[in-house]
């Protein structure tokens, strides 16, 4: 994508060594020296300038009656300068809200330019970074800038929920396959995370706007066949039933002939019996009813919600055990097969299920908390998005409208789609040549971060591959539209869709998994952060910790892993890979400046 097309995209497009992540870009802070901004304007890096304000006194010449001249002081002028950031030699000023954003995220940058996170205290409340919505395609970067401003909500739920609503309507159309033999379907799991008043639902219908209104279309023009299906169905009954009496009379031939035409009367009745109107969408929806709406289907259907009941009924609401076979197999397109006593069997070839969902914090914590939900791995086929709340943060007046001419450039977007999803084909994606080279390079280094600090989230990074193929389909498609099909993916895409996952949904799903899951997991960080100071460790590893902390109860090393990492995030410790012979193992260091500041090391 061009740089004219997206001001606040700060990613260049240079292609990085295969295997790696993306790289974060060389960053200068110049404070106020003109000729030093001048010298690194041109490079290929950032200069950001902060916002600052010139109070200039004019010095005037004034000559007396007695022709002799005075200096005096003029009235002062006061000239504001905005924030400005320079890139690739183009200037752009900012305002304040976004010097800010983009100034943490350049100091968050730099200060893992030594591998340590920034130090914070464990009482501290973790700062996750933001959506990066200059990823998204530009119709939905536009609405997702505007939306979030008009709304005064955070871009990232936007973000995630404009990703799920892609994929609602693309799951049925496309699938994407990186290699013969591997092939992922386009539906996603996506849940953001808001407290309530923030406006989720309000959200949630400008965002999906498009999909319903289809949706209601398609009721309405059932309605209108819903008449003469019950005629039929009423004259096809009667029908048969003038057939079985007739067949009651006859002998040999004749009643073979009519027996024939009686069973194509019978499956003629019923399929008008299982006649239904069209569905996209379902809400609250039991594991049960959603195998039979998935049957209806052609094996597609979406959950669209700003609420969390979907989760009470895979919890097992309805049922004594929590039902969710059918969620897990519908995310990975699994053949479906129930049998039930009582009722006609469903068998569903090549299901595919979005959900679309936002939900309160304690949702969340019922989700991660539930021990069958995080064994059988449903929360590890989610992207997890958990924002900042802006409550309290809002200017309600002056905030930017709406922009009619952005909203229209999505909805059209969405509505160009949705013809796409319409239309009776099924295309399979495939990647460029550096396209694949790139997602080969994620995923090694995504299985060396499951060795790393991922450890505790191997289940939910095994499936980071498949979601960032997801996300890139998806994103094709809604970049090239009725093209994509004769295109493989392109490097810039997987680019954007790798970006999201390592700049964006590990740290928010680490968040999810590791922190909101129980407040003793931060308990027990504290406990075993002073344990390692009395111990006067610089390196060690998870075994060493489990075998010599007797008192942390950590029976191996992976039971520490989960608080070792919670010390990685909060910037204590950081984590090396090392090597002896073919043996690969993993290693804590302390940080430095934690070790100089420390009260419980000994002396």
């Known amino acids: 994508m061009n740089m004219d097309e997206k001001d606040t995209n700060l990613e260049t497009t240079q292609k990085p060594p295969a295997g790696q992540p993306p790289e974060a870009l060389e960053v200068v802070m110049i404070d106020d020296d003109e000729e030093e901004r001048q010298r690194w304007q041109n490079k290929n890096g950032i200069t950001l300038r902060p916002p600052r304000r010139v109070v200039s006194t004019p010095i005037i010449e004034e000559v007396d009656e007695n022709g002799e001249t005075h200096c005096c002081y003029g009235e002062a002028a006061t000239e504001d300068f905005p924030a400005e950031i320079c890139y ?8 304040n809200e976004e010097y800010e954003q983009i100034l943490a995220a350049l100091k968050q940058a730099q200060a893992k330019e030594d591998g340590y ?4 205290p464990l009482e501290e409340n973790t700062t996750l970074p933001r959506f990066p919505m200059e990823n998204l395609p530009i119709a939905l970067f536009e609405y997702c800038k505007n939306l979030s401003e008009a709304m005064e909500m955070s871009a990232d739920l936007a973000g995630t929920a404009m990703l799920g609503t892609l994929a609602a309507l693309l799951q049925g159309r496309y699938g994407i ?5 591997w092939e992922e379907p386009l539906c996603l799991f996506v849940l953001g995370v ?3 008043g923030e406006g989720k639902s309000h959200l949630m219908k400008a965002v999906t706007n498009p ?3 289809h949706q209601t279309k398609l009721f309405s023009d059932y309605a209108d066949k819903a008449i003469e299906i019950e005629v039929r169905l009423d004259m096809a009954r009667s029908a048969y039933e003038a057939m079985r009496r007739e067949c009651s009379s006859l002998k040999g031939g004749p009643r073979e002939i009519k027996l024939v035409e009686m069973e194509d009367k019978l499956r003629e009745i019923k399929a008008l019996e299982k006649s239904a109107p069209p569905r996209l969408v379902a809400n609250d929806v039991t594991a049960q009813k959603l195998a039979g709406l998935l049957q209806e289907n052609k094996g597609r259907i979406s959950i669209i919600s700003a609420e969390g009941a979907v989760f009470s009924n895979i919890a097992g609401l309805y049922d004594s055990q929590p039902n969710f076979t059918n969620y897990l197999q519908a995310y990975s397109g699994e053949t479906i097969i129930v049998d039930r006593v009582g009722r006609p069997g469903e068998y569903i070839n090549d299901p595919r299920l979005t959900m679309n ?9 019922q989700v991660v908390k539930n021990r069958t939900l995080l064994e059988r791995g449903l929360p590890a086929r989610f992207l997890f998005s958990l924002p900042e709340s802006k409550l309290g943060r809002r200017k309600i007046e002056g905030a930017p409208k709406l922009d009619p001419e952005v909203k229209k450039r999505y909805d059209d977007l969405l509505e160009e789609l949705i013809a796409l999803a319409e239309e009776d084909a099924y295309e399979i994606l495939t990647l460029s040549e550096d396209a694949a080279d790139l997602f080969t390079g994620f995923r090694k280094a995504a299985d060396e971060r499951n060795n790393g600090d991922l450890a505790n989230l191997k289940e939910w990074t095994s499936k980071l591959p498949g979601q960032v193929l997801r996300l890139a389909g998806l994103m094709h498609v809604a970049t090239y539209r009725e093209e994509a099909g004769k295109m493989p993916v392109d490097y810039f895409v997987m680019k954007e869709a790798c970006e999201l996952a390592w700049s964006y949904y590990i740290d928010h799903a680490r968040h999810a998994h590791q922190i909101m899951g129980s407040d003793k997991n931060m308990k027990r960080a504290v406990a075993l952060l002073k344990a390692l100071d009395q111990q006067d460790w610089k390196a060690f590893t998870a075994y060493e910790v489990a075998r010599s902390l007797k008192n942390q109860s950590f029976k191996k090393g992976a039971d520490a892993e989960v608080f070792l990492n919670i010390l990685v995030d909060y910037g204590y410790l950081k984590i090396e890979r090392e090597q ?10 302390v940080n430095p400046r934690w070790i100089a500041q420390s009260k419980d090391r000994p002396a």
């Open 211 to 213: 999909l319903f209104k």
């Open 177 to 181: 396959s990186p290699e013969p033999g």
């Open 194 to 196: 808001a407290r309530p």
């Open 580 to 589: 002896s012979g073919k043996r690969v193992f993993y290693k804590y260091i």
């Open 357 to 365: 969902l936002m939900v309160q914090p304690d949702v969340l914590d």
């Open 88 to 95: 690739e030699g183009e200037r752009r000023e900012l305002k």
């Open 117 to 120: 996170k920034p130090l914070r």
